[in-house]
């Protein structure tokens, strides 16, 4: 019998084809189609109404328009106090640093240490440079510092001719 896997069974190879190949099928006869049983006839044509439409679509554009800008509008004012609450936060900050810094300058000057309150003083500058109880205790530290060391002659003169 030999291998009986892949077509090779009795029954596969010994089929018969079931068309001969070139072989030509009848030709049907002619059908005539079925006639339809509806007429046509012109009839006018039904107007749609479109006023309601277009009124509606008026009406969602102007409400959308409208929520739009009440949306924008108190965006725009908590924009506003957001930003002023910002810069009442920062100058909170800066007075209570430059009163920090203030407070230990004095205090490293009592101590004797003028180079440490110098430092102090010129950072409290930065915050407040125009600050009158800050410009006469630099000048006072400048002096002092001016005695022990002469690089800061120049930037006591420097400060005596911007008072």
Known sequence: MGYMGFGMQ?????R???KKLFEKDRIPSFNALPKYSRTFAI???KRENKRPVGILTILI?????FIVFCALNSYSLYEKKHAQQIMQYHNYQNDKTFRFLMTSGKERLRDK????AYSEFKLAQKIYPNHTELQQVLTETLTVLCDKESKYCK???EALKSN
């Open 10 to 14: 009795k029954w596969i190879y010994s």
């Open 16 to 18: 018969n084809p079931r």
């Open 43 to 45: 009839q006018a044509s």
């Open 61 to 65: 554009i102007v409400a959308a328009a």
């Open 113 to 116: 240490r003028p180079l440490a």
């Open 155 to 157: 930037e006591l003169d």
